[in-house]
Each structure stands twice: as C-alpha cells, then as structure tokens.
C-alpha cells in the first residue's frame, strides 16, 4: 500500500513539476515517449481527430514540463494567429495585407517582450544615460521557433502560397507538435499539413529510418557534444589559465560541440517524427564541408537560413535591385539572424561578420569563378572557410568581447606545439571524440547514404544490438547531468 502511494506521488511530481532540464534527451522524456509512442500506435492516423487530439495534449504536456505556466503562451499563439490568419482569406489588397501585417506583428510581441526588452532597456541606458533596472524575465524555451513558424504559415497563406483550408486543430497540431517546440526544424505548412490532411500508414521503413536518425543523434548530441563540452567550457570560462594550443584546442571543440549539439538534436527532432509517421525535411548538410561562406549557409540550419531568405532577404529585395542593396540586403539579414540567436552584442557582432563575409564573397565572385576546379584551390577554399566560421563561433560562444578577445590572442601569440603531447596524454579521450566528430563529419554524403541504407534493411535484432550499445557508451561517458540544449536558449 506505502509503495503504490510512493509511486502514486511520483507520478503526480512527474505530471505536475516542470523540469528546466527537460528535452529529447532527457530519460524522464525518453520513458514518457516510450508510453505516450504505444499508445500513439494503439489509437493509430486513421482515426485522425483523435490522433490529432492525442498529440496536441502530449505535446502541451512536453511545453509545460520545459516552461512551466509560461506554456500556455503556445495555444494562446496558435489560437490567435490561426484566427487573424483566416482574415485574410476572401480580402484583397490593403485590406488582406493590414490582415497580414497585423497578425505578423501580434505573432512577433511574445518575443519582442521576453527576448529583447532587457537589452533594450541595456541600449536606453547607455544611449541617455539612465539606469533602469533590468526585468526579472524568463525566456520561454523555443519561443523563437515556433513564432517563426507561425508566421510563416501567415505569410504563405497571405502570398497565396498555401490554399488549403485548415482547421484550428490542425493548425495547433501543426504549432504545437511536440518534436519541433524546442529547436525546430522551423517546418512549413506545406511540408507538415498535407501529412496531417492525408495521413499515410506508418512503414517499417518510415521506423527505422527514425531509429537510424534517433541513434545518429544521440552519438552526436549526448556522446561528442556532451563531453567536449566540459573542456570547452573551462577554455571560455578562464582562456588566460591556458595555453594558447589549449585555447586552440578549445575552439575546434566548441565548433564541433556546438554543430554535433544541434545537429544531433535536430536529428532526433526529425527521427521522432518519422516515428510517428511524419517526414520532415532535414536541417543540416555537413555544413564544415563548405568551400566559401555561402554554401555553409545552405548547409548550416537549413530551416532558419531559408526562412530569412524567403521571409527577409528576398522582401527586401533580395539581389533584384542593384549591387549596393544586394549587399545591404545581406547584410542586414545577418544581423539580424545574429539578433535572432540572442540579445547581446555578440550576436550582433557574429551575425554582422558573417554578413561581411557574405559581402566580400560576392564581391570576389567573377574572380574566384575563374580559378580552375582543382584541389588545392578547393582545399584552400574549405581551410579559409572553416578557419573564418571557427573563428566567429568564438564570439558566438565568449561572455564578452574581452573574453574572445583573449583568446585569439592566446592562439596567435601564445602558441607552442610543445603543449601537443601532454594535452593528448592527459585528454586522451577527449582528442579521441574530437578526432572522431570530424572524422564521421568528413565522410561523404553517399557514403552515409548507404550506411544508413544498410541499417535500414538490416535485420531488427542488429537495429536493437546497434541501439544498446550506443546506449550503453551514453551512460559510460555521460556527466553527472546532461548537458543543456545549446539552441533551447534561442
């Protein structure tokens, strides 16, 4: 009897406590995933309301455990921007368009207020001289990417881009899906809700096609990510206690730990929902592999790049109105996608330098066109590119313009290989991770293509061998927590 009330308690705590540390790879998540998948199974996609019904709950059950009551700021949105949107149906010029901005505007106020008021009120009191205090505010987790989903879907709608009519639960379904809250993909309606409306079986290869995904996303997120993290944060907390090959070291960690943290994830988002039966598009393409700034753009978060292409840049002209507001349009872009990831100067300044790479690219463009499709050129182009991104993740990553500062000066003139043999005898394991993340980065696409492939078609007690084991290398290698989503603060 004591032991049916303790377990009665714990899972009234479970249900009703929310959990910062809560996300995909989380074991409190994986559990209720495993409970909330065989009943998803039981009811199936036939019955499509109640699916739909099933998933809505689950996935407001999966934002109030990552933010508490600032949840309900979710269906407030999809209620809100679902009904400003079906406004603009049936209107025509000014009318649909005041329909359009007006719901834009709405959708983007949540974030406005939760994201950017203390830097705003940072820049007043520098600017006049105040001292304003800042608010005590907490950024619901994922606010970013679903209010950019939301407006996509008001713009397309408005653009005459998705026709389709869709229902307010639809729409929730589609806003609230719980794969996507935290870190996207930011998905569009056209990809998502023709999957919704005409819901096909779920297929072995649809199953193991997510597993492969799952697996791929745990070796990156809670394996490489997760580890080198530690060694990274000790470089950016404290650069001037290491050497300047140690600060280096600490830089080519936090490049890979940031892309293995995301893409990992991003991957589980997409494994997760193929699960259930969803295809979603993928969002990152070996994005280290690009040989100039702009083909790391087309790799790199897919789904964020090609929203402010089709949302921002191409609005504004895109390179439709001459070279200088070509650049201009690239420039600004990058800024605010440096904005977008937070409100700080340092983001500006990343966002800002990615933009004058961008600029400086299409400036050389007729002369780097010129040069002969050889080797070297293309070694020369990957070791420029990849140096340049690294380099910006290390403002992305610092607390403060002094803190980068330090270490790039460490690297440039406090640099000695002498440092090379005790840092991999004593971090053994770790150069270990560090070699294998760029290593499997490195493999070409059609050589993953077929391994996935491979794994797909094998037989399922291999799938579940492979699986174990990568479980088991999780929780040999894992900290005593896991580490925080880097993206949830975005």
């Known amino acids: ?12 705590e479970f249900l009703t406590k929310p959990d910062k540390m809560w996300s995909l790879v989380t074991a409190p998540f994986m559990f209720s995933f495993v409970v909330f998948f065989v009943i998803y199974l039981l009811i199936g996609r036939k019955r499509r309301t109640l ?55 709405i959708d983007l106020l949540p974030l406005l207020y939760f994201k950017y008021t203390n830097f705003f009120i940072d820049i007043v009191n520098d600017v006049v001289s105040t001292n304003f205090a800042p608010l005590s505010i907490l950024l619901p987790v994922g606010i970013s990417f679903y209010t950019f989903q939301a407006i996509s879907y008001t713009v397309d709608v408005y653009k005459g881009k998705y026709t389709e009519p869709v229902s307010l639960l639809e729409y929730t379904f589609y806003l609230t899906f719980f794969p996507l809250i935290m870190a996207g993909p930011i998905t569009r309606a056209e990809t998502l809700l023709p999957q919704l409306k005409n819901p096909s079986p779920i297929t072995d290869r649809s199953v193991y096609t997510g597993l492969w995904l799952i697996i791929v996303g745990m070796l990156k997120k809670l394996l490489i990510a997760d580890y080198i993290a530690q060694y990274n944060n000790w470089i950016f907390d404290d650069p001037m206690a290491y050497s300047g090959f140690e600060n280096l070291m600490g830089m080519l ?15 589980l988002s997409i494994g997760i929902a193929a699960l259930l039966g969803f295809q979603l598009k993928e969002n990152f393409r070996y994005p280290y592999q690009s040989l100039n700034l702009g083909e790391f753009w087309h790799r790199w978060h897919i789904s964020l790049s090609t929203w402010f292409r089709d949302y921002l840049y191409i609005p504004l002209g895109g390179n439709r109105r001459g070279t200088f507001r070509t650049y201009f349009n690239n420039f600004f872009t990058m800024v605010v996608c440096g904005l977008w990831h937070g409100a700080s100067w340092m983001f500006v300044f990343w966002g800002a330098m990615h933009g004058v790479g961008l600029i400086v690219q299409k400036m050389c463009k007729r002369w780097l066109d010129r040069l002969p499709d050889h080797w070297t050129i293309r070694f020369v182009s990957f070791a420029l590119t990849f140096t340049y991104v690294s380099v910006l993740w290390v403002f992305f990553r610092a607390d403060s313009m002094h803190t980068a500062y330090k270490i790039l000066d460490s690297i440039l003139f406090d640099f000695s290989w002498d440092y090379f043999i005790p840092f991999v005898s004593r971090r053994t394991t770790w150069v270990v991770f560090l070699v294998l993340g760029y290593g499997l980065h490195a493999m070409r696409e059609r050589h993953v293509e077929r391994l996935k492939e491979w794994f797909v078609r094998s037989p399922w007690t291999f799938k579940l061998i492979v699986l174990l084991i990568v479980l088991q290398f999780v929780i040999n290698f894992r900290q005593n927590s896991v580490q925080p989503f880097i993206y949830a603060q975005f």
Request: net charge positive.
């Open 253 to 267: 960690g936090y490049t890979l730990q940031i892309y293995c943290d995301f893409s990992g994830y991003s991957d």
């Open 1 to 12: 009897m004591i032991q049916t009330q303790q377990v009665l308690s714990s899972l009234c």
């Open 51 to 105: 699916m739909m019904c099933y998933v809505v709950l689950f996935s407001l059950f999966f934002a109030y455990k990552a933010n508490g009551l600032l949840m309900l700021l979710l269906p407030a949105t999809a209620l809100v921007s679902w009904w400003l949107t079906q406004r603009i149906h049936g209107k025509e010029g000014r009318v649909r368009s005041a329909w359009m901005w007006t719901t834009v505007v």
